[in-house]
């Protein structure tokens, strides 16, 4: 029944009624947890062949004939590349293949430009005073944290069902050149999921900045992480750009870490030649390459994108009952009660809920009290704080599926106890 | 015979004939390389059975109970701390693990220092003019490199036998507070293999710099690098530091690169539990976490620090004959020539010779057209400029034995013809 539509005496034995099944709920004493976007076990056990591939002197040689073992190749092996060129469409020569974390590149491209300004010969952002960033919101908070380690002014816009507002978008990029970057996650987002529809991407890809080096950083994080067959396709923004004359504004990112392990995966920047090329002279001063051998070990366990496409299928089998059950237990006990919305992802590896306005806060707490952890409320804003308070990130993995049942029947309880709180001291 | 003695004509002679044995080796079109101070395919060949001790799921788990295909852990598995602690002789909680590269935690510290200074509160680097590394030389290249890529200047010391002239060091460090470090490979350093005397480390820990955010940079590349069985022991910095009170000037840096696998190595910097405070909370903004599969790798293959050290000896083994070629053929090419002096390594990577000044880039041209390649003249001094035009850095470790040989005879036969082409022209 519709929460609003009640009468206060309705309301008051609703919240008696469901005080009671929350008291019962607390004496269980569980402990369950909803806030890691991280594998479960089950999904790590299905990559663990990948660790044997490699295991004698012979299976070390990359197919150019380098020792993979030794020094040498800064920007990574041939066959790594094109592994990653045919999964994701982007030419070989745009892609440089890194350590174990695209974070780290994310984070270490605002570093460069901070102290060697982002494209050559641009001033350092670090010298060009207060400078901006567009933070898509709800997104990802490590994004956000990276703008507030470096004291990066964030703007939020709202995230919409095809991606950012675009005119909103347009209208700062191209008229503010303190503007340098908008954080986009523009396949299955996290937390939404939403993919950016092919006109959001073009439009991107159709930007004219008003900075110089302003870039468009394209977190590509769940580029192959489809829940079901029907795939969403994600229009190839390195493709579009080529037709607009705009490659340079894009940084691109993307890794293996949820394809294979977390930590010991393989994370790529892709970037036009231009980029590239400032960014593979700045790097050979910080290290002399990274992971040969796991760039291999990872060529070696999927041959091709097809293989990769193979795994990601099993990735699927294994998480998609647990995001059916989410929501699942979101449409029983809130579907109709008029409190609510929340995402319905095809992909990635979150759901977002909002509730009533003003009570995201409470409703964790509540959680919490009664053993399960949901991701911080606030946590999918710039600074950690919802303007709403209505926002919650559900992250559903990570946990046995058994878990993930009984954490998403305590959380709609919490989220009704919280909304009925809030309609009745209306 | 000593060519200073000779006479004109006697050094028109030599020279003649060196010529003709130089003609005769140009013809030979032979390649060899002796400029890359990296491991031997027999090194990596040994260490490979390390690729195969973790190759199903009950591998991976650290003994906290942490699966380490997964997330989590920012600064390293406790039994990596342990090994890196046992092996070091320094406290676990001073131990932080990073990826594959001790270059890249160095370049990374100085990035942090740019951006948020260096040690909490204090002023970041790149907002307080003019700062200054002292450089000492002849030293390690890439060093030098990250302070030019940051604009720091460079203020080189020569290297001595027991270390710098520590009243110079003090000088400028404790009474010019632009000074805000000193790249120190203090056991056998890049490239003399030089080891600093107890003496010299006791007034490195007992300096009071004159900058609040000076740090010792402490590269203990080759910390069990030894080649032969008589190994130099290192004073422990950390040791004498906490007797002085000044653990926090330090910043110390070690890597399995040259121990397992050039590139597929672990990496720690150590540094005062305060520091180390900054250094976490920074990089857990950077990155999630380091490759915790291949730590543990490490740790299974090792056990602790008897196995690296084992292990260390079977590399000795393998690297203290080619060392030996190169020191055989300068002390019998140039033993009496009085034309040349070079260090005589007992660990490390490489040979440092000094030949008549003005005439290290001559030599190294004449070696390159003989297909000989050396390191670059000049790499081991700040922006790639020896002072003196008279050091060559050798790198035995990579080529077979063969080739160490050959091409130390066809370098001996050019440093002859430079001095005598050099004493002609008198």
């Known amino acids: 029944m519709n929460y609003n539509q009640m009468s206060d005496a309705e309301k008051k034995a609703e919240l008696a009624l469901l005080l009671e099944k929350y008291k019962d709920i607390k004496s269980q004493g569980i402990s369950l947890d909803l806030s890691r976007g991280k594998p479960g076990k089950d999904q790590l056990d299905i990559t663990t062949g990948m660790l044997g591939v490699i295991s004698q002197g012979a299976d070390c040689f990359s197919k150019s004939g380098l020792d993979c073992r030794n020094y040498g190749n800064l920007d990574g092996i041939p066959e790594a590349k094109a592994l990653f060129s045919e999964l994701l469409g982007i030419a070989p020569s745009r892609i440089f293949i890194g350590g174990n974390s695209s974070l780290n590149m994310m984070y270490d491209a605002i570093s460069r430009a901070m102290i060697y300004g982002m494209g050559e010969g641009n001033i350092p952002w670090s010298r060009q005073g207060n400078i901006k960033f567009i933070c898509l919101t709800p997104g990802y908070d490590r994004h956000f944290a990276i703008c507030e380690s470096f004291g990066i002014e964030m703007i939020s816009l709202e995230l919409g069902p095809d991606g950012p507002d675009m005119d909103e978008v347009e209208n700062l990029v191209c008229n503010d050149p303190s503007v340098k970057g908008i954080w986009c996650v523009p396949k299955y987002s996290n937390p939404t999921g939403t993919v950016y529809s092919d006109e959001t991407v073009r439009r991107f890809a ?148 909002d509730i009533t306005t003003g009570s995201a806060k409470r409703a964790w707490e509540l959680a919490r009290e009664a053993g399960v952890t949901l991701t911080n409320a606030g946590a999918s804003f710039p600074y950690g704080k919802d303007p709403h308070d209505r926002n919650l990130r559900i992250a559903p993995t990570f946990p046995p599926l058994s878990d993930v049942k009984k954490a998403s029947e305590v959380l709609t309880l919490c989220v009704r106890i919280c909304a009925l709180e809030g309609l009745l001291q209306k």
Chains 1, 2 share one sequence.
Do not use: C
């Not at 920047?269 to 990872?298: F, M």
């Not at 009952?321 to 029983?332: C, D, G, H, R, Y």
């Open 206 to 353: 159709a930007m004219k900045p008003a900075a110089p080096d302003f870039r468009i950083f394209w977190d590509n994080a769940y580029a192959v992480h489809d829940l079901t067959d029907n795939k969403i396709k994600l229009a190839n923004i390195f493709d579009l750009a080529d037709e607009y004359g705009t490659v340079d504004n894009i940084l691109y990112f993307a890794s293996t870490s949820k394809i294979t392990f977390p930590g010991s995966g393989v994370a790529i920047t892709a970037a036009s030649e231009k980029n590239l090329a400032q960014i593979r002279k700045i790097i050979s001063v910080q290290t002399i390459g990274h992971d040969k051998i796991n760039q291999l070990r990872h060529v070696k366990y999927f041959q091709n994108a097809n293989g990769v496409l193979r795994h990601m299928r099993h990735h699927a089998e294994i998480i998609r009952p647990k995001f059916e059950a989410v929501i699942s237990a979101l449409e029983n006990d809130l579907g109709d009660t008029g409190i609510a919305r929340w995402t319905n992802p095809k992909g990635g590896y979150f759901i977002s809920l």
